[in-house]
């Protein structure tokens, strides 16, 4: 299984952009790479996936280099919302996501 | 609506007591998950079923035991053999696309107290 490391904590302020990143030196072929979002008491939201290069969607840019062995998530101007638990996932998941680890995740506080 | 519901939101369970958590999903999704979370720690997989009458064992399957005799349904029984069963517990779905993007779906989870 592919073991991920991210930062703990980060703080940012309203309007900015914020980037975190994702470590997995041994990613496999075969796995993909899925971030999450949780706030409190609540069941994580997905956000992005990706297997390389650059994924974008509404709410969120996934930066994943060509030696797949970082993926930074990348979120446009934050606002107070977006204070969460973000999570970066890495496996294969043809079977599921059995196989899936969540680690402790990034605690992202935005402040005004 | 289509999604994943969970009942009840808040539990409280007196210590030696068996307890069963419900998960509903009408996305027709394959597959279904059991998570635990702690304060301030990620998740940890309990149980996952991949098809109706099968479940395979996750990480921490000790004390707790599942089944899977509807597709829509996936509820958790947290027995009192689980030595430290206070936590958060999340239910999840996703549909089985091999090789294709997946999603998994989580529902808004039940909070379980031992008094």
């Known amino acids: 299984l592919a073991k991920t490391t991210q930062p703990i904590s980060m703080d940012s302020y309203e309007g900015q952009e914020v980037n975190i990143t994702c470590s997995h030196n041994n990613i496999a072929t075969n796995d993909y790479i899925t971030w999450y979002q949780q706030f409190p008491s609540q069941g994580p939201r997905f956000i992005i996936q990706g297997y390389k290069t650059k994924v974008t969607n509404e709410v969120a840019s996934l930066f994943i280099p060509a030696d797949r062995k970082s993926s930074t998530l990348s979120l446009p101007r934050v606002s107070l919302s977006d204070t969460a638990v973000y999570y970066c996932l890495v496996g294969d998941l043809s079977g599921g996501y059995n196989k899936l680890i969540f680690g402790a995740g990034t605690r992202l506080a935005v402040h005004p | 609506d289509g999604g994943i519901t969970q009942s009840p939101k808040y539990l409280f369970r007196k210590e030696g007591q068996n307890v069963t958590l419900s998960c509903e999903q009408n996305l027709n999704h394959d597959a279904m998950y059991w998570y635990r979370q702690d304060p301030g720690q990620g998740l940890r997989l309990i149980y996952y079923s991949q098809i109706v009458n099968d479940f395979q064992k996750g990480d921490i399957a000790e004390g707790y035991s599942v089944s899977r005799e509807k597709k829509e349904s996936f509820p958790l029984t947290v027995t009192s053999a689980q030595k430290n069963p206070t936590a958060f517990y999340l239910c999840?779905?996703?549909?089985?696309?091999?090789?294709?993007?997946?999603?998994?779906?989580f529902g808004p989870g039940t909070r379980l107290t031992v008094l």
């Open positions: 999840a779905s996703s549909i089985l696309l091999a090789g294709a993007r997946v999603e998994q779906f």
